[in-house]
């Protein structure tokens, strides 16, 4: 009975070992897929359009936090994915909009 027991603590302690590598094994890999999921996240922020830039297909807003980026309120100059989108902003135009990072811009995606 005794060797029984004995065993069975093996066992669970050499589960409990096994289950803590692989716990850090996918943690090792949440963190090595970060970066991408990241690059591709969609952020979703209000602001006030101020500046529409046709030519360049950019826009200025100032919006307001953006709490996925960690963002404070600022007025800052983004792309638009698609110059069609300009046709639906003005400026003092207030929008809800959804932008993801391209590069070093931020581009708008979505424009409600
Ligand atoms: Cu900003």
């Known amino acids: 009975m005794k060797k029984i027991v004995i065993a069975s603590l093996v066992f669970i302690a050499a589960s409990a070992g ?21 690059a591709k996240a969609a952020h979703e922020a209000n602001g006030t359009i101020k500046k529409i830039d046709t030519k360049t297909g950019s826009v200025v807003i100032s919006h307001g936090p953006v709490s996925s980026l ?28 959804g932008f993801v990072k391209e590069g070093d811009d931020y581009v708008v995606t979505t424009v409600k």
């Open 18 to 38: 096994f289950a803590q590598s692989k716990m850090g094994d996918m943690k090792g890999m949440d963190i090595a897929k970060k970066p991408a999921a990241d």
């Open 70 to 97: 960690n963002w404070p309120p600022m007025t800052m100059s983004f792309k638009v994915k698609d110059k069609a989108l300009l046709g639906k902003l003005a400026v003092d135009k207030k929008v809800d909009f």
